[in-house]
């Protein structure tokens, strides 16, 4: 069975400080790995798609990098702004019923004081 | 303009009423799912349309049902409530290919609450 496992739960940071989340996936065969940002009382917003070892996004002050086995969230500068909860979602290559299936990790919830 | 909405936002009602939740998405894809997230904010697939066809349907109560009409709307009823069913639902829609899959666009969420 696919099991996303991310860490830490929650990180604290000061503005300014950089820092990095781990999302952890074991999977059959790995189809996509997928980066959303969620705010309270909101519905994830999608941030990145990785598909293969090696592959690198960047978006602003995010970065999302991945390996065989782990992907990494790269938070550069970080403001207030990007309070959020980062949720790590990976999709596997399975039979024709289990097309566009994500599953999820639990989440880092990150807070970014000024 | 809203891309996937869902209807209501927030959902109060007691344990073994019937409820239903709509949700439509105007970004011309062709699959459509239904996820619930937890008190702990552990987000779960519950079912899956692709072309008003059925294509994922996880360990669910048979109390849930969703249904989709056509490729836009897929609308979710529950049976018999019970306050275990008490959570945030999450619509989500994208465009499915054979060789890659494309992301997928929540809404906003229904928060459910069962007395």
């Known amino acids: 069975e696919d099991q996303v496992t991310q860490s830490p739960e929650a990180l604290r940071l000061q503005e300014g400080e950089s820092s990095s989340l781990n999302c952890s996936y074991t999977?059959?065969?790995?189809?996509?790995l997928f980066w959303y940002r969620q705010d309270p009382g909101k519905g994830p917003e999608f941030l990145f798609t990785l598909y293969s070892a090696g592959e690198e996004k960047e978006k602003e002050r995010l970065k999302a990098t991945l390996t065989k086995k782990e992907s990494f969230l790269h938070i550069t500068a970080p403001k207030p702004e990007d309070s959020a909860t980062y949720l790590c979602?990976?999709?596997?290559?399975?039979?024709?019923?289990?097309?566009?299936?994500?599953?999820f990790g639990q989440g880092t919830i990150l807070t970014v004081h000024p | 303009d809203t891309a996937v909405s869902q209807t209501p936002k927030y959902l109060v009602t007691q344990m073994g009423n019937d409820k239903s939740i709509k949700c439509e998405q105007n970004l011309g894809h062709d699959t459509m799912y239904w996820y619930k997230q937890d008190s702990k904010k552990f987000l779960k697939i519950m079912f899956s349309y692709n072309n008003k066809e059925l294509i994922i349907n996880e360990t669910v109560p048979n109390r849930f049902s969703p249904k989709s009409p056509d490729k836009a709307h897929l609308n979710l009823h529950i049976n018999s409530l019970e306050l275990g069913d008490s959570a945030v639902y999450f619509c989500a829609s994208s465009q499915l290919l054979r060789g890659r899959t494309h992301e997928q666009y929540f809404g906003p969420g229904t928060r459910l609450t069962v007395t």
């Open positions: 999977v059959s065969g790995l189809r996509g």
């Open positions: 979602a990976v999709q596997a290559f399975s039979g024709g019923t289990s097309y566009g299936k994500l599953t």
